[in-house]
């Protein structure tokens, strides 16, 4: 079974080839202790230039095995501008979470 940085980085490359605004794509934290467990979803923070603005509205979805995903994931979809408060704090998100490293869009042809 992959791990959870396999799936968050296969996810992410899906996300960047099926909406066209995506620029960013960000691994979201909690406490170490919380994110080693597996049923702690992937957490993935999209920066889309085509989403409106709502503030922090985490969607989740469940584990998809047929599809080749084993954890559940947790988007939370933002805009430029809000990713920018987020970086300068004006905007926090939930539970404690930290935005992590960006997953980079992957090359052409993969995803």
């Known amino acids: 079974m992959p791990s959870k940085d396999e799936e968050a980085t296969e996810l992410a490359g899906m996300h960047y080839q099926i ?3 995506l620029t ?4 979201v934290t909690g406490t170490p202790e ?3 467990r597996a049923t702690e979803p992937i ?5 889309n ?11 989740q979805f ?3 095995p047929a599809s080749g995903f084993h954890y559940a994931s947790l988007i939370l979809e933002v805009t430029p ?3 920018r408060k987020i970086r300068d704090q004006e905007l926090k998100l939930p539970h404690g979470w930290t935005v992590g490293n960006l997953i980079p869009r992957p090359p052409s042809g993969e995803g």
């Open 24 to 27: 960013h794509v960000f691994r």
């Open 81 to 83: 501008d809000e990713f």
């Open 19 to 21: 909406e066209t605004g």
């Open 49 to 59: 230039e085509n989403t409106v603005p709502s503030g922090i509205m985490p969607i």
């Open 62 to 64: 469940g584990p998809s």
């Open 43 to 47: 957490k993935l923070l999209e920066v």
């Open 34 to 36: 919380v994110e080693v």
